[in-house]
T-cell receptor, first 113, second 115 residues
């Protein structure tokens, strides 16, 4: 079945550092890909998405490019802030059935001032 | 973006009692709603998918008699945890999608503690 694999955390960086969180997927067909962010005690918020190969999703300085050839959707940010501390989930939507979201295991990011 | 409101945000109940969690789509018609459970420091586990007016489809290993899901209207779905026990304590999150979108919108989650 469809699956998403994220780099293991936790990840700790200093403010203004460059961030990469790796995400690879396995899916039949051409899924849509998402990054969600979860702040402490809250639900998930959509950070960015891409619906077809070579699309780049971007939001709040974060970017991710849908790479079909490497089945990847790595999240990047050039200069992180303390407020970026959260858990980040990579996910895909299967186009089969009810279009369920399949999540990666999540990566906890902590940014130190 | 679309707004999904989940209520309550937290609840404490006694073992053996039932708890109802509501999930509402405020500005769109949610033809499909999903209920997830999240254990501490873990990913989201899909519990069930419900389409408006139909019975929910439960994932393998999820007890349908324990986690009752109702999706009677296009803006409201409820999850009732029946005869709750301490092991049911968790963070429950709903999400909703309309028929034309690949994007699902999430509620803020409900932290359930069973004592």
């Amino acid at each position: 079945g469809d699956s998403v694999t994220q780099m293991e955390g936790p990840v700790t960086l200093s403010e203004e550092a460059f961030l990469t969180i790796n995400c690879t997927y396995t899916a039949t067909g051409y899924p849509s890909l998402f990054w969600y962010v979860q702040y402490p005690g809250e639900g998930l918020q959509l950070l960015l998405k891409a619906t077809k190969a070579d699309d780049k999703g971007s939001n709040k300085g974060f970017e991710a490019t849908y790479r079909k050839e490497t089945t990847s959707f790595h999240l990047e940010k050039g200069s992180v802030q303390v407020s970026d501390s959260a858990v980040y989930f990579c996910a895909l939507t299967s186009f089969q059935g009810a279009q369920k979201l399949v999540f990666g295991q999540g990566t906890r990011l902590t940014i130190n001032p | 973006g679309a707004v999904v409101s989940q209520h309550p945000s937290w609840v404490i109940c006694k073992s053996g009692t039932s708890v109802k969690i509501e999930c509402r789509s405020l500005d769109f018609q949610a033809t499909t709603m999903f209920w997830y459970r999240q254990f501490p420091k873990q990913s989201l586990m899909l519990m069930a998918t419900s389409n408006e007016g139909s019975k929910a489809t439960y994932e393998q290993g999820v007890e349908k008699d324990k986690f009752l899901i109702n999706h009677a209207s296009l803006t409201l779905s409820t999850l009732t945890v029946t005869s709750a026990h301490p092991e049911d304590s968790s963070f429950y999150i709903c999400s909703a999608r309309d028929y034309s979108s690949t994007e699902a919108f999430f509620g803020q989650g409900t932290r359930l503690t069973v004592v």
